[in-house]
């Protein structure tokens, strides 16, 4: 586990070349790509598009997962990279680490 301010692209990399389980938060302004078209994470709040699959997070194109939740009390939706197939409770346990 891990907060957005560590270099996220190379630590995810690492986590998946130690073959560790990671959820690691995101910062919403980062940009993705999927199928090929360039879009950030915090726009896929209004599209309704909270799981997704297969995200190629930032220039480095690192595959990842993320799920998206606005908890209450939290101010900002969460932004979360994991290993794990994104859906509520996988991004929930986040908040729970």
Not at 17 to 40: A, P, T
Not at 74 to 84: K, N, V
Request: with cysteine; hydrophobic share 35%.
């Amino acid at each position: 586990m891990a907060d957005r301010f560590y270099d996220t692209p190379d630590l995810i990399t690492f986590a998946i070349e130690q073959c560790w389980n990671y959820r690691l938060r995101l910062k919403g302004n980062l940009s993705v790509f999927i199928d090929g078209h360039k879009s950030r994470l915090d726009q896929h709040i209004a599209m309704k598009l909270p799981y997704l699959q297969g995200v190629e997070l930032t220039h480095r194109r690192v595959t990842t997962n993320i799920g998206i939740i606005s908890d209450p009390g939290h101010d900002e939706p969460l932004f979360i990279a994991m290993s794990d197939k994104p859906g509520y409770l996988t991004t929930l346990d986040y908040s729970a680490r």
